[in-house]
């Protein structure tokens, strides 16, 4: 055999030596020459190999740092925040990335930041609601006492809302974060609530726009960032319910909603649907199957600096539905087959702001309902007094009777409403309902509710303490109730006897208005 390189080179052409004489033009070079150098130039492309590996991981190890970097930034003063470990699926992440490039430099972009929440899911209903910051006022706590206002805790356990603060300002953000936690303490404890922001990478750069439709750049930069936003929390969303429905931070909820949503869904669930909906006015009340969020997601994505959100929720109706061969009268039959509309509509639009700033929102769906913002019991008869002057004709006389809601103006520590029965009365139990389904958030806070009892020798009995039920308070008043969450309820112990009077007694300052929707003593 030829020992030259030549015939090696030959006879090893695919291997590591044959691409060596290959690379180097050799030809002529002896076995053992041949062998030296083929042993170099293996630890030559070991070398190479483990330094593109590092140069990898180094490249990994600084987008992580860039990415906590601004992880930290965004939540500073939330220590509590977290990144949601939950991946999204392969296919929907690389589709995300196709639409949206800019974050391919940064992996976790499309992980939100959890700021509140118990991480519930399995639940039969996710409530969608993002926030921005307006120029004006912020509806978002109105919007979460309305849909929380008559639940059950048994409906309350089977929702979860989730507030998308779209932002990426940190000291907005923590504002809405705190503001949250403060006015709904509970429902963030049991995790009903919940509260996220995107990654500070989440959105591209708006300054380089397409303009369509003849729309200012900031009205089409406003458009393009809700529709990122809408698919921001619809991932988040996808895997945390059966059913999803996308609402707005400046509405109100018809009383009974719930109920009324998986009643109608319930008739429809076996029928081929895209989604059902619960108001007319935009994006607002759209309830879809949290199986078809991918779908809808993707399109939106892959045109979301095209058009709005409510026109291309309809494109989607006509590639599904229309013949382009058949008339426009077939299609909308064919795309009505795909949306079912309830009537009434459950949800408004109250907000006048909107968040483009300068548009004002004069949006009213015509099917919504006239709620009913009191509850009527029939009580003693009784003289009333307050400390607190009650707005316009909502005073305190009417709401006893179950003519009206009483409303007052901002409560002091030491205000009070007293109820001076016109004869003694052995009250079995009581409830007080403050707010209603508009405004939730005028509420009694750190307010009890008082006895007076008929006989000296039950205040006495109180006094020492061997009445376990109730505690002394001022002018011979027992407390025997708290308001909690806005409601105070609860039996009277028999042990109190009669009661001459029953009184809400203040005992902070407050922020608000309170008003007193429903007023039941039962005798």
């Given at each position: ?5 030549g ?7 695919k291997g ?11 030809s ?6 041949l062998f030296q150098?083929?042993?170099v130039?293996?630890r030559l492309?070991?070398?190479e190999?483990?330094?593109?590996a ?26 509590t ?6 991946a999204?699926?392969g ?8 639409y ?5 430099q ?9 700021h ?5 899911s ?11 910051q ?6 978002l ?10 639940l059950?805790?048994?409906?309350r ?15 907005f953000v923590?504002s809405?974060?705190q503001?949250?936690q ?7 404890r049991?995790g009903?609530i919940?509260v996220?922001s995107p ?8 300054t ?8 200012s750049?900031?009205r ?7 529709n990122?936003?809408y698919s ?10 059966k ?6 931070d400046?509405?109100?909820a018809?009383q009974?909603y719930l109920e009324?949503?998986?009643t ?7 029928q ?10 935009g ?5 879809f199957?949290?199986s078809?969020?991918q ?9 979301h600096?095209d058009k709005?959100?409510?026109w291309?929720?309809d494109h ?7 013949n ?9 039959t ?8 309830h ?6 639009h109250v ?8 548009k004002m ?5 015509k099917d919504f309902?006239k709620?009913?913002l009191f509850?009527?019991h029939?009580?003693?008869p009784?003289e ?5 002057k ?11 009777r179950?003519e ?8 002091k520590?030491g ?8 004869n ?8 007080f309902?403050?707010g209603n389904?508009e ?10 509710v008082e ?8 205040k ?5 303490g061997?009445?376990?039920?109730c ?5 011979g008043f ?29 005992h902070?300052d407050?922020?608000?208005w309170v008003?007193l929707?429903e007023?039941?003593i039962?005798?």
């Open positions: 055999m030829n020992r030259t390189g015939g090696w080179c030959d006879l090893l052409s590591v030596i044959g691409l060596f004489c290959s690379r180097f033009g050799i002529h070079t002896t076995h053992n020459e150098l083929s042993v130039y293996e492309l070991q070398a190999q483990r330094g593109e590092l140069s990898r991981e180094l490249r990994k190890v600084m987008v992580q740092l860039r990415s906590h970097s601004a992880s930290f930034n965004l939540t500073c003063s939330q220590t925040a977290t990144r949601d470990k939950r999204l699926p296919s929907l992440q690389s589709n995300a990335l196709l949206l490039p800019h974050l391919n940064y992996p976790d972009s499309l992980t939100p930041i959890i509140l929440g118990q991480g519930r399995a639940v039969s209903l996710v409530l969608g609601v993002p926030t921005v307006r120029q004006k006022q912020s509806y706590v109105n919007t979460l006492q309305s849909l929380l206002y008559d059950s805790p048994a409906e356990r089977d929702i979860v809302i989730i507030v998308f603060v779209a932002e990426t300002n940190a000291t923590n809405v974060v503001n949250v403060n006015n709904l303490p509970d429902d963030v049991s009903t919940e996220i990654s500070l990478h989440y959105y591209p750069d708006f380089d726009l397409k303009e369509t439709f003849g729309d750049k900031e089409v930069r406003w458009r393009t960032k809700q990122l936003d921001f929390l619809m991932l988040y969303a996808q895997n945390k319910g059913l999803y429905v996308q609402l707005e400046d509405i109100i018809k009974g009324d949503i998986k109608f869904t319930q008739q429809v669930l076996s081929e649907w895209l989604y059902l909906e619960f108001s007319q006015l994006f607002i009340g759209k309830l199957r949290s078809d969020l779908m809808i997601v993707e399109f939106i994505l892959m045109f600096n709005p959100i409510d291309l929720l989607i109706l006509w590639v599904k539905a229309c382009p061969e058949k008339s426009s009268a077939h299609c909308n064919e795309k009505a087959k795909l949306k079912r509309t009537k009434p509509s459950l949800f408004q907000g006048l702001h909107s968040s483009l700033q300068g929102q004069n949006l009213k769906d309902v709620q009913v509850k009527s029939h009580n003693p009784a009333l007094s307050s400390s607190l009650h707005y316009q004709t909502h005073s305190l006389e009417g709401a006893y179950g009206d809601f009483f409303w007052g103006l901002t409560p520590k205000d009070y409403i007293v109820i001076k029965f016109s003694p009365q052995t009250v079995k139990g009581f409830l309902r403050s389904i405004t939730n958030g005028d509420r009694f806070y750190n307010t009890t006895g007076l009892p008929v006989y000296s020798t039950v006495e009995k109180v006094e020492r061997e009445l376990p039920c505690k002394p308070s001022a002018n027992v407390v025997m109730g708290y308001f909690k969450n806005g409601v105070a309820t609860g039996e009277v112990d028999v042990e109190l006897q009669k009661l001459s009077a029953i009184r809400l007694l203040v902070s407050s922020d608000v008003l929707s007023i039941l039962k005798v």
